[in-house]
């Protein structure tokens, strides 16, 4: 069984974990970022990841793996592989998230739904809400990184490998904007990708 300790040496190692100013999919600012695909990019390590969230599910008869693009496509594939299940992802359409290319979930079908990092877990909830429109029955939420500092709760069990508890701000109250650092769009380097203050 992987520790916290073990994903965290595997993150560091790749470098995944990111120190600036970042601008989060949420709209908040942080100090770090996880850059999920330096990890994801070693299929060797995507898979131990993924064997670890399919151990803590092997008792729950797991009948499909759900995630959201684009990460969660890696984390659904190699979960539901780990676990002999189908994997699928739901995708955006006109901003609104939903299954496409003829994906189908028989009801009563028990879903576990997969993400990379999750600070405010919006993402996770439309891909539950896809899953139960469909009549699939979410049984677990599996996390390669929980960043919310334990505030996301889903309504059923949630593993997450790792948990950061990092701070993020509103743009208005971010110290780090205060400081004039400058604003680094979420999963740069910090020096090629500066954001243009208007």
Do not use: W
Not at 38 to 49: D, F, G, I, M, W
């Amino acid at each position: 069984m992987l520790s916290e300790q073990d994903v965290l040496h595997m993150l560091e190692e790749t470098k995944a974990v990111l120190h600036g100013h970042f601008l989060l999919t949420s709209g908040l600012h942080s100090p770090m970022y996880v850059e999920k695909f330096n990890v994801l990019q070693h299929p060797e390590y995507t898979e131990r990841l993924c064997q670890e969230i399919a151990e803590r599910y092997a008792g729950d008869h797991i009948e499909l793996v759900v995630g959201p693009t684009t990460g969660g496509i890696l984390l659904a594939h190699e979960t539901g592989k780990a676990l002999g299940t189908r994997a699928i992802f739901t995708e955006r359409e006109n901003g609104k998230m939903t299954l496409k290319r003829g994906f189908q979930i028989p009801e009563g079908c028990r879903v576990l739904v997969v993400e990379d990092i999750v600070t405010t877990g919006g993402s996770v909830r439309e891909v539950m809400e896809v899953v139960r429109a469909h009549g699939g029955n979410v049984v677990g939420v599996g996390l390669l990184v929980d960043r919310s500092g334990g505030k996301v709760d889903f309504g059923v069990r949630t593993e997450a490998l790792l948990h950061l508890n990092v701070p993020t701000y509103k743009p208005e109250d971010c110290p780090l904007c205060k400081q004039g650092v400058a604003l680094t769009k979420r999963g740069s380097t910090g020096k090629n990708n500066p954001l243009q203050k208007k």
